[in-house]
């Protein structure tokens, strides 16, 4: 019985992860090809193929190197402070503008621009919708094992 409820959460966490990938992948490739016509400049012969390759290989590493382990220590805070479970949703976006906010201040030593917290902003929601995705497709996953299982 045990193994069947590992199973199943490795299920779900590959199916969330993978969802959740797919979308990182998208908007950032929609996003610089946008960015490239706008700007009339691919950057080079190579580059309109390297940067999707590099964002295919990021995005994947997000969704299963980030949003997996951020979800697994969410959901146990959320059982044992017993809070809900969207504001897991809240405590990713503040890590996520935290993480961009503070990475001049690591490479650089100078505290960062008013325009850089914009930036650092659209960078934490752009991950935090990723991770919604992830928590939306896990939640969803479990329910309907938690159905097949009382179904079984």
């Excluded at 325009?115 to 896990?138: D, K, P, Q």
Aim: charged content about 5%.
């Amino acid at each position: 019985m045990h193994v069947k409820n590992v199973t199943i959460s490795v299920l779900c966490h590959t199916v969330a992860g993978f969802i959740s990938a797919v979308f990182l992948i998208v908007v950032a490739i929609a996003v610089y090809f946008i960015c490239a016509a706008i700007g009339n400049d691919a950057g080079g012969p190579m580059v309109p193929l390297l940067i999707p390759l590099f964002i295919v290989i990021g995005g994947t590493a997000t969704a299963f190197l980030i949003y997996f382990p951020f979800s697994i220590l969410f959901e146990w805070l959320s059982r044992k402070l017993r809070i809900p479970s969207w504001i897991s949703l809240l405590l990713f976006f503040g890590l996520a503008f935290l993480f961009f906010a503070g990475w001049p201040v690591i490479v650089s030593g100078l505290f960062p621009a008013i325009r850089e917290f914009g930036l650092a902003a659209l960078c934490g929601s752009f991950f935090t919708m990723g991770f919604t995705i992830y928590w939306l497709v896990l939640a969803a996953g479990h329910k309907v094992a938690g159905r097949h299982g009382d179904a079984a």
